[in-house]
């Protein structure tokens, strides 16, 4: 019977020590977009502007021995787009045109996450692909100045992914660096993340375009 009771209690405490953990979390992201447009022979390479956004979704931390777990996330990362600017002087005529994107995204990153013990937390790097639904559109504003009248009108146009023939779908790779320790009946992290589209978010004959953002972050896993 002790022995029985021993090894109940043993599995028991395993069970408690490899639980899985639910959390939640939310940072600011810093976003770049890097695009590349073929005309004839001719390639030349434009940076966006940066894109400063957020990021907020769930959790999930699922132990797989000591020191290493599996951590499915579900994440809406949200930003007030980039654009790209040009302008022309023609005849007394002045067009500026203003070319904006929305990248709202759905993302769910799969990540293996490696901890080590230091001070009264742990020290967890992060690392996987994520796999990322965009939902967003192509704003263009054009507006034209006659310089003898002073007259200004200006025209706007809008234009979803699927219409412009971009991909909805993009697969990438996330890295980051938490620091986790006790806060109430749960934890707190706090650290950082780097994500990289592999595929072009914008892709044809003529454009192709990739984004990389960087975001601090915290997370609070309830300790269920």
Request: aromatic letters at 8%.
């Amino acid at each position: 019977m002790k022995k029985l009771i021993a090894t109940a209690a043993a599995l028991i405490l395993g069970a408690s020590a490899f639980a899985i953990d639910l959390g939640i979390v939310g940072g600011l992201s810093f976003n770049s977009m890097t695009g590349t447009v073929k005309s004839g022979d001719s390639t030349s390479k434009t940076e966006y502007d940066n894109i400063i956004g957020g990021k907020i979704g769930a959790v999930i931390d699922i132990p797989a021995m000591k020191v290493l777990s599996i951590q499915p996330e579900v994440i809406f990362h949200f930003n007030n787009g980039g654009s790209s600017s040009a302008s022309l002087n023609l005849f007394g005529l002045t067009a500026a045109g203003k070319t904006k994107y929305s990248f709202n995204s759905i993302e769910f990153p799969i990540l293996v996450k490696g901890s080590l013990s230091i001070g009264k937390g742990k020290l967890s790097g992060l690392i996987g692909p994520t796999f990322n639904l965009l939902i967003g559109d192509i704003t263009t504003t054009v507006t034209t100045t006659n310089n003898i009248t002073n007259k200004t009108t200006t025209d706007s146009s809008s234009t979803s992914y699927e219409d412009a023939d971009w991909n909805n779908f993009v697969v990438g790779a996330e890295i980051g660096l938490e620091y986790q320790f006790k806060a109430g009946s749960g934890s707190l992290a706090i650290g950082c993340s780097a994500d990289l589209d592999f595929g072009d978010i914008a892709k044809n004959e003529k454009v192709t375009m990739t984004r990389f953002a960087v975001t601090p972050q915290v997370t609070y896993y309830f300790g269920l």
